[in-house]
T-cell receptor, first 111, second 115 residues
Framework: GENVEQHPSTLSVQEGDSAVIKCTYS??????FPWYKQELGKGPQLIID?????GEKKDQRIAVTLNKTAKHFSLHITETQPEDSAVYFC??????????FGAGTRLFVKA | KAGVTQTPRYLIKTRGQQVTLSCSPI?????VSWYQQTPGQGLQFLFE???????NKGNFPGRFSGRQFSNSRSEMNVSTLELGDSALYLC??????????????FGQGTRLTVV
């Protein structure tokens, strides 16, 4: 079956530093690779996504890189701020159109 | 544009009872997915509905069921509740018409507590 692994489970950085979260998936037919941010008491919210025909996408301080050969994609946050503190989930869409969420990464940004 | 609305926000039920949760998607969205979120298991996919048809299903027992109405609103039902069903149930809608489901817009969830 489909398998999604996300690392690390917890990440603590100093304000201004960069944070990188990696997601590995098993279904080679996966074609859509989003990252979601979940703040306390809220549902997850899309922050960036990438499709299988693109290797990298950037939106201000956030970027996503995709390596389809190795079946992993990563979230990069630069110049982290306290408001970036949240839980982040990768959620690749499988070839069977299911969305499988990673276990989540709790990011702490220390001021 | 109104977001995804889930009702009720909180529920307390007794073991053995059944419960129905409701989700109103964003206007124009035809795909509605349901997820169970617990601290130990993360976000687990329950099922997805598109145009009143179940299009995908996760690995949950038959006690969990759902349906979608012609206006795209969806309900999820859990029968014979168990303590382990206590969780945050999240609904997400997307336009969902193509081969890529695209961005999922989540509601705030229904917090179900089974006692």
């Amino acid at each position: 079956g489909e398998n999604v692994e996300q690392h690390p489970s917890t990440l603590s950085v100093q304000e201004g530093d960069s944070a990188v979260i990696k997601c590995t998936y098993s279904d080679s037919a996966s074609n859509y690779f989003p990252w979601y941010k979940q703040e306390l008491g809220k549902g997850p919210q899309l922050i960036i996504d990438i499709r299988s025909n693109v290797g990298e996408k950037k939106d201000q301080r956030i970027a996503v890189t995709l390596n389809k050969t190795a079946k992993h994609f990563s979230l990069h946050i630069t110049e982290t701020q306290p408001e970036d503190s949240a839980v982040y989930f990768c959620a690749p869409q499988t070839g069977g159109f299911k969305t499988i969420f990673g276990a989540g990464t709790r990011l702490f940004v220390k001021a | 544009k109104a977001g995804v609305t889930q009702t009720p926000r909180y529920l307390i039920k007794t073991r053995g009872q059944q419960v129905t949760l409701s989700c109103s998607p964003i206007s124009g969205h035809r795909s509605v997915s349901w997820y169970q979120q617990t601290p130990g298991q993360g976000l687990q996919f329950l099922f997805e509905y598109f145009s009143e048809t179940q299009r995908n299903k996760g690995n949950f027992p038959g006690r969990f069921s759902g349906r979608q109405f012609s206006n795209s609103r969806s309900e999820m039902n859990v029968s014979t509740l168990e303590l382990g069903d206590s969780a945050l149930y999240l609904c997400a809608s997307s336009s969902g018409g193509g081969t890529i489901r695209g961005e999922a817009f989540f509601g705030q969830g229904t917090r179900l507590t089974v006692v």
